[in-house]
């Protein structure tokens, strides 16, 4: 059985005036810092195998000071940004939860339906956070554990399909519209693998 620690970055200055954050290269806040080095010393009693991180900064600083407890380098893919949204990035989500909301309503029927201004489509979105992380469950051997470190839309993702059973289409996509299910910032979520994708809470 393989065990994986799925953490969300730090807080940024854009977590704090709400604004999406998506591509955008963002670091950390001083707050995001310390919610960072809270996380390294939670996860100092597990003993991590591997860490994987978003290349993004605020996710990968978030690693790195994770990382360093356990003597290990984070591995840094591309895999594990968030959804591209395109030209709504860095504005208010409150400006544009409407427009998010009927995107994600598009989505059900259409899912290759791309972001205003060459954003991500939901099935790029799914298909590449997805396939890396089979990447490291395929890469794992024996009881390992370990850690990925991403961002908020990969914490709804990686819930609502463990819940799912298998990856979302139609109305199941549903389950990433943050009711169900939130993951705050510098928090843990952990999974189990063996065969199946389990949640197992917060930690």
Not at 5 to 16: A, C, K, P, V, W
Not at 180 to 195: L, M, P, R, T
């Amino acid at each position: 059985m393989i065990t994986i620690y799925f953490g969300r970055h730090g807080e940024t200055d854009l977590n704090r005036e709400d604004r999406l954050r998506s591509w955008i290269d963002e670091p950390l806040n001083a707050d995001g810092i310390k919610e960072a080095e809270a996380m390294a010393k939670k996860m100092e009693k597990f003993p991590l195998n591997r860490i994987y991180t978003s290349d993004l900064d605020r996710a990968d600083k978030t690693a790195r000071i994770v990382a360093k407890a356990h003597n290990l380098k984070p591995i840094p893919r591309q895999w594990f940004r968030p959804i591209n949204y395109g030209e709504w990035n860095g504005k208010k989500v409150t400006d544009v939860k409407e427009e998010m909301q009927k995107l994600l309503d598009e989505w059900k029927t259409n899912p290759d339906k791309k972001a205003p201004g060459d954003g991500d489509s939901f099935t790029e979105f799914q298909d590449r956070f997805l396939g890396g992380l089979h990447a490291v469950i395929n890469a794992a051997s024996g009881n390992e554990q370990i850690m990925i470190l991403g961002h908020l839309r990969n914490c709804l993702l990686l819930w609502a399909v463990a819940k799912n059973g298998e990856p979302l289409k139609g109305d199941t996509l549903d389950l990433i519209d943050d009711k169900h299910f939130h993951q705050e910032s510098g928090s843990v979520a952990k999974y189990e693998w063996d065969g199946s994708l389990q949640f197992k809470g917060i930690i």
